[in-house]
């Protein structure tokens, strides 16, 4: 089923894609709190569906169009301005975090039934609020009339070493090497898919974490979007 196009009308939406790891989480997180913005990690919904392929062993690209188009997502504020994933009464926040669920929104999300069946709730979220959404496309198919976009990238050791201290920091036992793979292969197949892509959306300003730490990522992206809010 094909979404319409939900009108912008006067709602500012800031477009923040890039590769796994770059920050694009923590950076948008401090945004929204910052400036007052809805905001939308897309990457979750893809992880949703990611987690039921995995859990009904569906792998059939139009059953998965479906079951995106049908499940039941929710974020829900929980406290402190933090929200969680639901699906119906499930919440299922970690078990979205989980480094094989990753991967499997990485395949899912090579689908253009799937893309095209999560493109609503993207342009829905947050309706009638100015927004922050991160994902991979967002600049270049969900939200291609975006205020502002950005796309926030480092390098790929800078990424994985921060992925690593998240990952260690849960308790997980991590190896660089393998972590690093996992990674490029994520990155390869988001980066070279016929649809939709990972790229920077044409006007995207560009934003290299490498050397910088959180908060001069978040500083500096906060720079960018107070030029919105001024
Ligand atoms: O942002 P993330 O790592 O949680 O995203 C998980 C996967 O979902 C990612 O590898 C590719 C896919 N994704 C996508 O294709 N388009 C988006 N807008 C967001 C995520």
Redesign the pocket.
């Known amino acids: 089923m094909d979404e319409p196009m939900t009108a912008k009308g006067n709602r500012r939406v800031v477009a923040v894609?890039g590769p796994?790891g770059a920050g694009?989480g923590a950076v948008c997180r401090a945004a929204a709190a910052r400036f007052g913005l809805a905001y939308l990690?897309?990457?979750?919904l893809?992880?949703a569906v990611g987690l039921l392929s995995l859990r009904a062993g569906i792998g059939d690209p139009d059953a998965l169009a479906a079951a995106a188009g049908e499940m039941p997502f929710a974020f829900r504020p929980v406290q402190d301005g933090e929200y969680a994933a639901f699906l119906g009464d499930e919440e299922v926040t970690l078990a979205l975090r989980a480094e094989e669920v990753?991967q499997a929104?990485?395949r899912v999300?090579a689908l253009p039934g799937v893309?095209r069946a999560l493109l609503g709730f993207q342009r829905r979220y947050g309706a009638g609020r100015d927004a922050i959404l991160?994902?991979?496309?967002?600049g270049s198919v969900?939200w291609p009339d975006a205020d502002l976009k950005i796309f926030l990238t480092a390098s790929l050791e800078a990424r994985a070493k921060r992925r690593a201290l998240e990952l260690q920091a849960r308790g997980e036992t991590v190896i660089l090497h393998d972590l690093i793979a996992r990674m490029q292969e994520?990155d390869q197949?988001?980066a070279e898919r016929d649809h939709?892509p990972?790229c920077a959306a044409p006007g995207a300003i560009l934003v290299d974490t490498s050397s910088l730490t959180l908060a001069q990522s978040r500083e500096r992206v906060n720079n960018l979007i107070a030029t919105l809010f001024a």
């Open positions: 894609d796994a694009k990690e897309t990457g979750a893809y992880r990753g929104a990485s999300a893309r991160d994902g991979r496309d967002v969900v994520r197949r988001d939709a990972m």
